[in-house]
């Protein structure tokens, strides 16, 4: 797996591999809040499932505070419960961190070499799934993410997990699709 990034700590997923798995940040909170559903999916190591998420899933996660002047503040505090729970799914399942396409904002600007550009052909499902929800782009970057990268967006979000389906029916699932698969093995 190829790593990039100016500190090496990205990881570009092998888009052969059939079990990728990007989760979504409504999915870390359930993995936060339920230790049978994160016991499921430590299971599935051992069949080789990988499980991937982006600085949007962690910024949602921290909770992200407009401080004025286009900036976003994001901290941990008063949420070091969480912090600790999110560090404890992320290193029980070795999730792995990709990036994510570049939004052209200083709010979620990032210049860590981890961004790409959305390439011509991607842009009909940006806006389709953009336009559904103008004010909440995350859930935009974070599909984008999953489906450049060749991953299977998990997500319990029905909206997202429609718009989605909609246009890529093999691209997304929910969490009790994904326990399912794993019991399959």
Known sequence: MKRYGINNDYFEPDKEHEHNYMLDTC?????CDSSKSLSKLIQSIAYGFEYFYTNIQIREMQGMKDVGDDLIQVDWSGKEE????FNNVISKLNVKKTGHMQVMSVKTSLADGSCHIIKDDQVEFVKKIRKSNMKHNEDMIIAESAIINGCILVTNDNSLYKKVKAEFPDK???LEELANIIDAM
Request: overall charge neutral; cysteine-free.
């Open 27 to 31: 999915i870390f909170n359930d993995l």
């Open 172 to 174: 997304v699932i929910n």
């Open 82 to 85: 969480k912090q600790e729970k």
